[in-house]
């Protein structure tokens, strides 16, 4: 295919050719930015914590009145819970991921209280059980020992608490210790004393996963035992057996637990609702965008299709011309798509620059990572093929003409 007359035809309407380019330029530019935002939250939605997610529930609750001892009834309510049917397993926790707190601590290497922290990460109280109760994998190490744990209330009374041991999860054992093995390291949290990593879990979710901040990429967990004045229930539920009905049963076990003191449930959700809630805003945001980006791409494809259509129409003379010069239905077909495919790379061409553009602008103002390369071939390979797609049709049409019409009606 000859491209010079096809360029010589296009200076004749520069005005339509430049509307068309810079519409495919401006769609190439969103859309790139906008399939990469998506693809970001859509990375975020489906992270995995490490967790045995769709075998957990969430339940908190508190008392109408002070409890000045509510370790015994924490207890108490651990036992009770362990007896409900379909109950694998409790533990009492600070905090989850996806819940309603954001609990994180600063983490030194040294006792010197003066040296800067050399990470912050979420902190986890955990009580016995949590491990198995979480499904959380052990990489290294072990998990805590029954010597190990240390009340929660000891931590409000105590400036300088014991808390011997730690269990961090693998990107903060290669954070702090890179190249080698994270296990009987000592990590200051609390105090002057020391808490030895006793073990490394391959994966756990910080409280409010999907933050761009690094940090938020390392927790680690500590023996310590909430009450249910300050903890939330975690109830693994057996293969099998309904979350609803557990968590449903478990919350009239826990009120009727307590004779004389009056309770109220604060939280009662599966962990999967939780997490649904947590990125509703993400899908939200995702739809919008897919929404933005189809409607662009129609809009461009119908401005093809109608520039196509148009110049199909002015030049039906030159189509018959050519025709009874001997040029075949697919030649003209070519034609036409050829001259889309050379409108589209240059609009291509300006839309990458913009998308660049544009993608400086985000980082300047949401603080969002730079445009990965990958996007502009991908946005380019949509644009050419949605170009090839919409031109098909009045090309088709120019191809069927039969020359003798084509002549007349030029």
């Known amino acids: ?38 693809a970001q ?15 957990l529930v969430v339940l908190s609750l508190s008392s109408m009145a002070r409890v000045e001892n509510p370790e015994p009834q924490t207890q108490a309510d651990l036992v009770a819970l362990r007896q409900v049917p379909g109950v694998v397993s409790a533990s009492l926790t600070n905090q989850y991921p996806f819940g309603r707190n954001s609990s994180n601590s600063s983490v030194r290497l040294t006792a010197d209280r003066n040296t800067s922290s050399r990470v912050v990460a ?26 190990e744990f240390v009340l929660g209330s000891t931590l409000d009374t105590n400036l300088d608490p014991r808390v011997p041991a730690t269990i961090i999860n693998k990107r903060m054992a290669e954070r702090l210790f890179p190249g080698e093995s994270a296990l009987g390291k000592a990590i200051y949290v609390y105090g002057n004393e020391p808490q030895r990593i006793v073990g490394v879990v391959e994966n756990l979710a910080s409280p409010s996963p999907g933050s761009q901040d690094e940090n938020a990429l390392h927790t680690m967990l500590m ?31 826990l009120l009727g637990n307590s004779p004389g003191l009056r309770r109220v449930i604060r939280e009662q959700e599966t962990f999967i609702k939780q ?14 965008l897919a929404g933005v980006c189809v409607g662009l791409l129609v809009v461009t494809a119908f401005g093809i299709v109608g520039l196509a ?15 009874a010069l001997g040029a075949t239905r697919g030649q003209i077909l070519r034609y036409f798509q050829t001259e889309n495919l050379l409108l589209s790379t240059l609009g291509i061409v300006l839309g990458m620059v913009g998308a660049y553009g544009i993608s400086l602008l985000l980082m300047r103002s949401y ?13 380019a390979l949509v644009l050419w093929a949605l170009g090839q797609i919409a031109v098909f049709g009045p090309a088709r049409r120019a191809a069927a003409l039969p020359p003798v019409a084509a002549l007349r009606g030029g």
């Open 122 to 147: 979420g902190h986890y109280t955990a009580g016995p059980g949590f491990i198995s109760t979480m499904g959380l994998h052990l990489v290294e190490g072990r998990d805590f020992q029954p010597d």
């Open 41 to 55: 939250r859509i990375e975020r939605i489906v992270a995995p914590t490490g967790m045995a997610e769709d075998a």
């Open 367 to 379: 603080e969002l990572p730079r445009l990965p390369f990958v996007y502009l071939p991908i946005g």
């Open 275 to 288: 997490r649904n809630d947590y990125y509703r805003q993400d899908r939200s945001m995702i739809q919008l």
């Open 1 to 38: 295919m000859d491209i010079l007359p096809i360029l010589s035809t296009l200076k004749r309407h520069k005005t339509a050719a430049g509307l068309i380019v810079l519409q495919i330029a401006l769609t190439c530019a969103i859309v790139c930015n906008a399939l990469f935002l998506i």
């Open 223 to 253: 023996p310590v035992q909430p009450s249910f004045r300050g903890g939330t229930f975690m109830i693994r539920v057996a293969p099998g057996a309904s979350p609803e009905a557990v968590l449903k049963a478990a919350g009239e076990k």
């Open 309 to 323: 259509s148009f110049w199909v129409q002015q030049r039906t003379r030159m189509i018959g011309t050519r025709r």
